[in-house]
């Protein structure tokens, strides 16, 4: 299938931009400014997110005594009364990406009312590299039983939700979780994947084939790894490439989406396949006319929102 004809015509000015000069692929650039860009992308893709929702600002604690900033999302108007929740990691491959930059994200899902949305940062490689992120995402969820009470949260109905390498450390929470019950303090109900990183061992048929052009390129991607892997044994772990867990584990129900243009693409089709096989209850959806980060694209492709309502829709029928 072709390009969505809005996207095509954001990549075509991306090319642009690269070809004058005036942009660089991350990958291309000195850490800071490619963190530095990434977080202006936003207010390209989505300059104007939904605002009817009220934003609190929060400090989550970890085992190593630091601090996470989070913010607890919910529509505004919206009663005390104790809500379904998402617990939503963003993406950026481990070395950008924030809080942020995911905003209109975090927004768009609580908007209607029906859920709200917790979103925790965790601290990026290569300064924290693996396994940092996957336990400060450990130590978001841990610290969910304490504030649901105060926040109005329902502990008995938690998403694990996340984009891009946030729908891995999501994944893996949820795999922790069905391996070691008591582990996190909460039991996950269902789990949101949105073009999930599922593999980092070896590049398959769509890494090749959207390596350019599609504005998450596979050079950017072996570029995140390296910032947060410090060798191969690594890249081999189920924390990181949860495609290579041992088999067997039932998790809970899973929404998976991916895109059609993207390099992760065949690696999330294949893990959406192998939670199937292993007895995990999977809507797959695949978005053939977009690519990558798809989600933060509310401004610029009017059917992302309708992409929102199917994977909200799908969310609560499940609890």
Not at 48 to 65: E, F, I, K, S, Y
Not at 108 to 127: K, S, T
Not at 283 to 298: A, I, K, Q, T
């Amino acid at each position: 299938m072709t390009l969505h004809s809005d996207l095509s015509a954001f990549l075509e000015l991306v090319e642009f931009g690269r070809l004058s000069g005036k942009s660089r692929a991350l990958h291309e650039q000195p850490l800071a400014q490619a963190r530095s860009d990434f977080e202006a992308s936003s207010l390209i893709l989505d300059p104007n997110p939904p605002g009817a929702v009220q934003v609190q600002t929060l400090q989550l604690p970890t085992r190593d005594g630091a601090h996470l900033p989070a913010r607890l999302y919910r529509a505004a108007g919206q009663g005390r009364d104790p809500l379904p929740v998402i617990l939503y990691l963003h993406g950026g491959g481990y070395v950008v990406g924030s809080l942020d930059s995911h905003d209109s994200v975090c927004r768009r899902l609580a908007l209607d009312g029906r859920f709200a949305v917790l979103a925790p940062a965790y601290r990026l490689a290569p300064e924290w590299p693996f396994p940092t992120a996957v336990l400060d995402a450990e130590d978001s969820l841990k610290a969910l039983p304490g504030l649901a009470g105060s926040l109005g949260l329902d502990l008995e109905r938690v998403a694990l939700a996340g984009d891009s390498a946030g729908a891995t450390l999501a994944t893996v929470l949820a795999m922790t979780a069905a391996r070691e019950p008591q582990a996190l303090g909460v039991k996950p109900y269902a789990q949101l994947l949105f073009y999930p990183v599922a593999d980092i061992s070896v590049a398959r048929d769509s890494h090749r084939r959207y390596a350019e052009g599609y504005l998450l390129e596979s050079a950017t991607l072996e570029w995140f790894y390296q910032h947060y892997v410090s060798d191969d044994a690594q890249r081999l772990d189920w924390r990181v490439s949860p495609l290579l867990a041992e088999a067997g584990q039932v998790m809970a129900p899973a929404y998976v989406a991916v895109a059609g243009h993207d390099p992760l693409r065949d690696e999330g089709l294949a893990y959406a396949e192998r939670l199937r096989a292993d007895g995990t209850a999977v809507s797959l959806r695949v978005e053939e006319g977009l690519s990558h980060d798809f989600l933060r694209m509310g401004g610029i492709v009017a059917e992302v929102q309708g992409i929102y309502d199917q994977a909200l829709d799908w969310l609560e029928r499940q609890g």
